[in-house]
């Protein structure tokens, strides 16, 4: 039964859910961001939506990159501590132990055992009411097949279901 709400409206979308790094001032930093897409394919384009008061907003400005990995579905509980707790007063380090590596391109970590991860440089930032919305070039792209993504819905963490089978979904 379809319910006329514009508020409550607004947690029924589904996502996947990146962990954002970023590099700035001899800090590394890692938020969860369930707002980040593909934005172009040619050039290679993803974009990381961020509200101004992260911390992360001031690193990405200050440092011009941007790390993502797309969480996979072990790692439910690093986006947890990633998306409740600020670098602005809390060690998320301490926290918990991010399997961090780093890549070729960017200062900014990646995260270990994720599907996938991106070394970004900012092209562009857009205001969007509250977010920032930061377009990330990728200079650098990585993938585990092994790996099944983390799903984000109605503010809980799932598991991706099984494929419907009898449908051919690829882009032309
Ligand atoms: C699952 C999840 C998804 C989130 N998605 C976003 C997002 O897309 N954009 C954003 O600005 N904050 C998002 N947040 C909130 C930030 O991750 C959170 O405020 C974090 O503590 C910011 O860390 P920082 O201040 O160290 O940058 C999300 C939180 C969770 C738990």
Redesign the pocket.
Known sequence: MRVRDIEKSQRFTT?T??L?T?FYKGKE????????IRASIDPFLIA????Y?????E?IRGSGEFGVSYCSQEQAGL??I???????D?D?FSIAKFPLFYGHSIRAPLVDGAISNFECSVENEIQAGD?AIFIGRVLDGYYDNTKKPLI?HQ?K?FMMGDRISHINAERP
């Open positions: 996502t859910v990146a954002v970023s930093n890692v938020m969860s961001a369930e707002w980040s990381v939506f961020v509200s008061e992260r911390e992360t907003y690193m986006a947890h990633a998306g409740n707790y600020s670098l602005k809390t998320k977010h984000y503010g963490f």
